[in-house]
């Protein structure tokens, strides 16, 4: 799992290198940010070490809080801050919950370690199990984000520049569900048991809440983070089923929403380099204008509510084929949001691309002169969507891949 993720991190962050090519405004700052965050993300994912975990958990805050702040929009400085404020606030949590275990590990064997590896080994008793399982949990869930601590996530993600959308919906957002299965799993199995109906409530809550919110939006990049919530509470559904074939697709799922979300945050930030907004008031009729990038576009759309042949439509088959087995009311429940996802990205795609009939004679003559995807544009949206594909028309290896961890966790 953590090999996989840290491929997809290069690879988001490649194509974030590429997108920002022609970026003018303080650019050696924007990229020393970008690889100072691109280190940390990288941390998280390969750390078997708590402390090493932990440093690198809060080493990112940094780069991204100044990434918004200083290359976002309107109302950047108020969304860094709820940004910051809110992961701060889980992290703080999950510290109680790392120096609780180290501490039982201290009073268990007679030495501090840190080696995560060695308190894999160590079986906690259920009382601590049922604590460390709520604190790690609440810095886990803050990060996901999962309902009801998710409303930083729109104002981030409609302040911050394109290339910082991408990250945090690409890879931000999996160092959570990541954590739930590095960590929550392996070391509090009887706690993970114990709060399956908890977390089962909260992440259908999610996807459907989250994916009715997002048919509500009139604001591109509002809906995509809204999308976002509702794809997260299918890793954590997935996660928490206790199966073999749902950890599976969780873990993939993982994957393919870090593909799609940054694909579809690409697309809305090439309409806002073109037009300057992102309201779909002020949109309408682009694909006769901007053909190539309305194909793009289009197929970034289809990976994200999970279209067969591309990634997301695997992930999500697995979770749900695996929950279905010993939940199947909840992957019942869980299953319309495959459809609600449908519908918002139709709702989407309709409002920017397609309406021409209400267009008006000036905004016909604006379009006219719009210039279409460019090579530093083609580049990040051909790579992205290419290993979509791949991962949906042959996924065999890279479950195969993921296997080792279900195998792992589930004590294999």
């Known amino acids: 799992m953590a090999i996989s993720l840290i491929v997809m991190t290069a690879l988001l962050f490649f194509a974030a290198f590429v997108w920002s090519w022609r970026i003018e405004d303080r650019p050696v700052l924007y990229t020393a940010l970008f690889l100072l965050l691109e280190t940390a993300c990288l941390g998280v994912f390969s750390a078997l070490d ?120 690409g890879v931000l957002l999996k160092m959570g569900t990541y954590g739930f299965v590095r960590y929550s799993l392996p070391l509090f199995p009887d706690a993970s048991k114990y709060y399956i109906p908890l977390i089962f409530a909260l992440s259908v809550i999610a996807i459907i809440y989250a994916a009715m919110m997002a048919i509500a939006q009139t604001h591109i990049k509002r809906l995509i983070a809204y999308s976002s919530i509702s794809h997260m509470g299918i890793v954590t559904l997935g996660t928490f089923a206790l199966d073999k074939d749902a950890l599976n697709g969780a873990v993939y799922m993982m994957i393919a929403h870090g593909l799609s979300s940054a694909a579809l945050f690409f697309a809305a930030g090439f309409i806002y380099d073109r ?112 290993v979509a594909f791949i991962m949906g028309l042959y996924p065999a290896p890279f479950v195969k891949l993921i296997d080792h961890t279900t195998k792992l966790v589930f004590g294999g």
Not at 58 to 79: C, N, S, T
Not at 83 to 91: V, W
Not at 125 to 145: R, S
Request: charged share 15%; net charge neutral.
């Open 50 to 169: 708590f402390f090493l975990f932990y440093i690198f958990w809060e080493g990112m805050l940094i780069p991204m809080y100044f990434i918004i702040g200083f290359w976002g929009h309107e109302r950047k400085v108020y969304a860094a801050n709820k940004f910051f404020l809110y992961t701060f606030f889980g992290s703080l949590f999950l510290l109680l919950g790392l120096a609780s275990v180290i501490v039982y590990g201290y009073f268990a064997t007679g030495q501090i370690t840190f080696d995560y590896l060695e308190h894999a080994k160590m079986g906690y008793p259920v009382w601590l199990q049922l604590a460390a399982f709520l604190l790690f949990g609440i810095g886990f869930a803050v990060k996901i984000p999962m309902f009801p601590v998710h409303t930083w996530l729109p104002d981030a993600h409609v302040e911050a520049p394109t290339a910082g959308s991408v990250i945090l919906a």
């Open 275 to 386: 037009i300057h907004s992102y309201n779909m008031d002020d949109l309408g009729g682009l694909a006769r204008y901007l053909p190539n990038f309305a194909i793009f576009f289009m197929i970034s759309g289809l990976a994200g509510i999970g279209l067969p042949g591309l990634a997301g439509f695997i992930a999500e088959f697995l979770v749900l084929l695996g929950t279905f087995k010993a939940h199947p009311v909840w992957a019942v429940i869980a299953g319309t949001g495959m459809i609600l996802g449908a519908a918002y990205f139709l709702y989407m795609y309709k409002r920017v691309m397609l309406e021409e009939d209400t267009l008006p004679d000036s905004r016909k003559e604006r379009w006219a002169k719009l210039k279409d995807v460019e090579t530093h544009h083609v580049i990040p949206f051909v790579l992205i969507l290419l």
